[in-house]
């Protein structure tokens, strides 16, 4: 039992330095928000309400950074998601990437987007319920 005991108590020192440890890894803390060049013609301001509710903090440069967005291995996988959501479309600078209506309102109303992933979850932001307004974008 005691030997039990000590073996856990070695596996918690272990993961608690790896955990500290991989904060200094230099990836994911290059939290930038470049200015915002060009943003599409909304149709409404509800309608860019809504896409910023839904889609800003991935794809624009208006990102909320969430606290755990410091912390790996969330930091990593935030960092990711919205440097290639920023690279596919990006509200903040419409127009440099072709990116087609269409292929928006099939990515949306297929429950693709937004992201349902860890960063999505936890913010509590998937609007799919309000993607008809989305839908409207244009
Ligand atoms: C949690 C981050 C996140 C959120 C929120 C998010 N996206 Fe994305 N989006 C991504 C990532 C990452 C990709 C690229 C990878 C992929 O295709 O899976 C992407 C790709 C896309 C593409 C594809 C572009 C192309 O060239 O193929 C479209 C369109 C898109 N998203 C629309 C939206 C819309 C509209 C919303 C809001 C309703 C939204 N996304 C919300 C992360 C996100």
Not at 50 to 67: L, R, V
Not at 73 to 96: E, H, I, Y
């Amino acid at each position: 039992m005691r030997k039990l005991v000590t073996l856990l108590m070695i596996a918690a020192i272990v993961i608690v330095v790896l955990v500290l440890l991989i904060q200094f890894l230099p990836y994911g803390h290059t939290h930038t928000n470049p200015p915002v060049v060009k943003e599409p013609n909304w149709n409404s301001p509800e309608t860019r309400q809504i896409a910023q509710k839904a889609c800003f903090d991935c794809h624009s440069n208006e990102t909320i950074w969430p606290w755990y967005s410091n912390i790996a291995p969330m930091s990593w996988l935030v960092q990711r998601d919205v440097d290639v959501a920023r690279s596919r479309m990006n509200f903040s600078d419409w127009g440099r990437i072709s990116v087609e209506v269409g292929e928006i309102i099939e990515i949306v109303s297929e429950g693709e987007m937004p992201r349902s992933n860890i960063y999505s979850c936890i913010r509590g932001r998937v609007y799919l319920s309000r993607k008809k307004h989305v839908l409207s974008m244009g």
